[in-house]
């Protein structure tokens, strides 16, 4: 079957500018870097020709059509499209049909591209499903909207979702700068120039959408020239006027019933409750100005009030409240102040969202639905005698302070605790008395009666299965370690993440359980470590799987792919060499992404133990004086601290954060340790084989290590041409 007049052929003259200058390979694609840069897991996804099913989302003119027409120029599957608006179940049938030909007699898979995939009903997308879930065909769907909503829930949790965003002023210009540099698509053949200004208003008014550049553009060009089209190498002059003509002033992106409807509420609400009136003051603009009724935005205020609010100002609910009362008596125009003045409270008021604590409660109603009420709290107006209701109830009013201490919980939770209250206005207060009288209250049951209780890719279960097994037989010190060093990492879900000194994986493991859609590579030392880490990773899709580099640190990036950059670089012990190997930091920082993290965990040998340490005199005195040459300057391995190791650190990144922690471990020393140790280091020093091994029994040993965890976020001091030549080295550019 021919694919449909979607990216069928016609003659390039008779097309628009915008349809002629969509790019047919990766390479002539630009933005949307954080799922197409490289290293990121659907650029290699599409060059490997390994593609599953994936629903593109994203506001028009992003270039979701534009990604799936590279894709169809890519592929070696069959690649067939339909457009949802225009097709139905009886175009999918077909298409269907045959798919499962091609798959049955040739062994060919099929990818079938569906645009607007949000436009298909329930029972059409419902006909989609078996087809994907069996692998006849491939799905790949576009929409701007948002298909956790929009598009059938068993669908969704059976594709990659691939987020594209608005593309940035750069990018814009860059697609500009193409169609007017093109000879054989675009404005090549001419001399198309602008006045100040003029280009950039196209740029601006578009709003991030390359459809709606380009096709201002192609009026700009097309209709400047009395003819058109001129004599090649005519001069075209683009006036500021002239793009001003070409597009109109950029609408408000809001449907009130579309996707974007639900985001500007969702940022109205989200600046409330981050305590941001400026930024709440602008998207009650936007809605107001799109239309928005008025009464719906008191409405989510009207919630937020009560879950975001809360007990920090129990009178955030009146004033809205209020506010909303005196809108309907009062309407549009002036009614705006009200939507405003509630706004702006809200704001500004102190948060709290103890509130929420209903659902945690609600939570253990829905799982024992059997707790029985205690006797002392049930109704004694109507079986106190019989069965002796009521009885031990404590009246509160007839106590001081009109409070007495007595449980009302049943009596499986008693002990629970759902509220929390927090720090902030009237609930910082009364914190103090609630969490008091909460503690009398444990008291007077009694310790034994209760217990409190602690407590899109989609998920890839193989995944989470692997990682935890790779955890699971690690050091319980290093682990802890790893834990801690990691705990202020933010990694986005398509960042590359590079691990030094990998040994078996378990910096690395920690790491892929954030970055699903990005690259993981590992450099190990040798090749016991590499197959430790590939073992683990038989289980994963290819795709998935972490590369792993047998290398030193230095060496792997001569290896990696041209111009990848990485948001993590992690590693342990690389600067090892302090002393003698000062660039290995500068060249590590060139490989990071601007917003980037370097985590380091390095060992200081010269303050952990030693083993004189663990011997007497006379032999720890000759230990000790032998030890003086181990940690001397001259051996780069040990003669460096805190000291040095901040100051090397220090004229790459301004910004240093830099945790020492002290901790013991009881490591295990064999006869074959100490005649190595004695071999390597203290036979230099003239110390007697014998004497030195009748001073030490070999077994467990309490040793102490002090460990440097480094987190680097800011930006490295050298500029970025420094970083590049450092980075062109490497390479051997």
Known sequence: MEKDNLFSSTPMTNEPLAARMRPRTLSQ????????GKGRLLR???????????????????????????????????????????SGVKELREEISDAKDRRDHWGMRTILFIDEVHRWNKSQQDALLPWVENGTIILIGATTENPFFEVN???????????????TDDNLKEIAIQAIKDEERGYGKYKVEFEEG????????????????????????????????????????????????????????????????????????????????????????RMVAAGEDPRFIFRRMLISACEDVGLADPNAIVVVEADAAAFDRIGLPEGRFHLAHAALYLATCPKSNSTLAFFDALSDVEKEKDNEVPNHLKDASRDSEGFGHGEGYLYPHSYKDHWVAQQYLPSALQGKVYYKPSNMGYEGRIRDEVFEKREAQLEAVGDDLFTENLTYTPEDKKRSKWIERALGGRAGLLLSLTKKLYSSIDIPRHGNVLVLNASHGLMLYPLMKMNPEGSSIAQVRNRDQKEVIDHFSLD??????????????????????????????????????LSEDKSILPLISSYLEEDGTIAFMESIPSLSSRLSDFVSSPMKEKLKEAEK????????????????LEETIGKVFSD???????????????????????????????????????????????????????????????KGDELKEIHNKVKGV
């Open 198 to 285: 003029a280009l950039e208003h196209l740029i601006n008014v578009s709003g991030g959408d390359a459809r709606s550049l380009l096709n201002a553009l192609e009026l700009a060009v097309e209709t400047t020239p009395d003819h058109y089209p001129p004599a090649p190498g005519s001069r075209i002059y683009i006036t500021k006027e002239t793009a001003e003509e070409s597009i109109q002033q950029k609408a408000v992106l809001y449907d009130k019933e579309g996707d974007y409807h639900f985001d500007v509420i969702s940022a109205f609400i989200k600046s409330l409750r981050g305590s941001d009136p400026d930024a709440a003051l602008y998207w009650l603009s």
């Open 656 to 718: 240093v954060v830099i945790e020492y922690v002290e901790e013991k471990e009881e490591r295990s020393v064999t006869a074959e340790a100490l005649e190595s140790w004695w071999t390597n280091s203290y036979s230099k020093y003239g110390i007697e084989r014998k004497e030195f091994m009748s001073s030490i029994n070999p077994g467990i040993l309490e040793w102490k290590n002090t460990v440097a965890l480094i987190t680097l976020n800011s930006k490295p001091q050298r």
């Open 629 to 644: 040459g181990i940690y001397s300057l001259s051996n780069p391995l040990t003669s460096w601290g805190k000291k040095e």
């Open 540 to 577: 994963l899709e290819e795709i998935l799987r972490p590369q792993v580099y047998v290398s030193t640190p230095r060496e792997v990036f001569q290896l990696l792919e041209d111009g990848i950059k990485f948001s993590v670089i992690s590693g342990r012990n690389i600067l090892s060499r």
């Open 29 to 36: 694609y630009i933005g949307q870097d954080h799922i197409l």
């Open 44 to 86: 290699r996804a599409i060059q490997m020709d390994q593609l599953s099913s994936i629903i593109f989302y994203g506001p028009p003119g992003t270039g979701k059509t534009t990604l799936a027409r590279v894709i169809a120029n890519t592929t070696k599957s069959h690649f067939s499209s339909l457009n949802a608006v225009l």
């Open 153 to 167: 829930k068993a669908l969704v949790s059976r594709s990659r979702v691939f987020q594209l965003k608005k593309l």
